[in-house]
């Protein structure tokens, strides 16, 4: 791994349609994948992976056919999934109790870390990914196109596939803002106007605000990007979702 992969990281977003990963690759990098942190060892995930040409086309729009989607040659769609652990369980006449939200919560812990260990691996094997956010957007319709049993849902998603050119570094707050020492650090509202400042003049950002017609970058988020209106309806979504899944009773 080169010195300064984690300083100089970026997500990328689109891929070169002449270059395609190997299937050799691929597995090698889920394998190695496989050896992320993971509840009791349970490894409470399961990854599907879609490369089928007609497969994708018919995923990308529930992924409101980004262009990170659309254009990537492999899509992993991971899932936090306690239905193979449960039906170990049950065969072995052993009681399991795992149709609960601690378990739920359990499995989604082990699928993002090992989606985030996916990441990295394929990054440092030269590959560009993208997380797909829209996979909690559309967690039901996922479900259903992907046939994903009881006791397993999505909840991330990446892209992957060889960059099609220089990638770009997006800004970050500095470190003061995400680190505290020893307990949670007061902050007075300066202080956190200004922890938000380079956010608030990265180029980019300040195009959002004046192509919005918004005040200021908040505004941008609460009123456009991640409105209280589409939080909630999600919300309501993915709680039915849980309980159809046998998470919720």
């Known amino acids: 791994m080169e010195k300064d992969y984690f300083a100089s990281r970026a997500t990328v977003r689109a891929y ?8 050799e690759l691929l597995d090698s990098i889920l394998e190695r994948a496989m050896r992320a942190p993971t509840t009791g060892n349970m490894q409470l995930y399961t990854v599907i992976v879609t490369r089928d040409p007609e497969r994708k086309a018919a995923l990308t ?19 936090a999934d306690f239905n193979r652990f449960t039906r170990w369980c049950r065969l072995s006449d052993a009681d399991a109790g795992y149709d609960n939200l601690l378990s739920f919560l359990s499995a989604m812990t082990d699928a993002v870390i090992v989606a985030q260990q996916i ?4 990054e440092t094997e ?19 196109l992907l046939n994903l049993p009881e006791l397993v849902v999505p909840v991330a998603c990446l892209s992957l596939g060889y ?10 707050l500095p470190l003061n803002a995400v680190v505290h020492r020893e307990q949670y650090r ?5 202080d956190v106007i200004e922890l938000f400042r380079t956010k608030e003049e990265y180029a980019p950002n300040k195009q959002f605000v004046a192509e919005n017609g918004k005040a200021n ?19 309501k979504m993915l709680v039915q979702h849980l309980r159809d899944k046998g998470f919720l009773s």
């Open 61 to 79: 729009p529930l992924h409101f056919n980004q262009p990170a989607s659309t254009g990537a040659d492999v899509i992993l769609t991971i899932c």
């Open 163 to 172: 960059p099609a050119g220089p990638t770009v570094q997006c800004e970050r």
């Open 119 to 122: 990441v990295t691996i394929a």
């Open 217 to 235: 970058l908040a505004q941008v988020f609460t009123d456009i990007r991640y409105p209280r209106s589409l939080n909630e309806s999600v919300s």
């Open 186 to 190: 007061p902050d007075s509202d300066e």
């Open 126 to 144: 030269g590959l560009g990914t993208c997380y797909l956010g829209t996979v909690t957007y559309n967690a039901d319709k996922i479900s259903e």
């Open 16 to 23: 070169d349609p002449e270059r395609h990963i190997s299937d």
